[in-house]
């Protein structure tokens, strides 16, 4: 990776840790323990004037192994 593309990620990162401080909070809540296998994440999207739109997925081994090696690339 560039370091252009890099120093972008990395201020794309700042200010969306300032626009949503409580957001990076909790995922760093959650993800200091880490996530195992069988853990449910859900996701909930409400758009202004449309239905609430919620999914989930249980995250399986497969899931954090993709997990480890985006955190490799992120080194």
Not at 33 to 40: A, F, L, M
Not at 47 to 62: A, F, H, L, R, Y
């Amino acid at each position: 990776m560039n370091p252009a593309s890099i120093m972008k990620i990395m201020s794309a990162k700042n200010r969306f840790t300032e626009n949503h401080p409580k957001f990076v909070a909790f995922l760093s809540a959650v993800f200091s323990t880490g996530i195992d296998e069988g853990t449910i994440i859900e996701l909930k999207v409400t758009k202004p004037g449309q239905e609430t739109m919620t999914t989930n997925i249980m995250v399986q081994q497969s899931d954090l192994e993709l997990l480890q090696e985006l955190k490799e690339l992120m080194r």
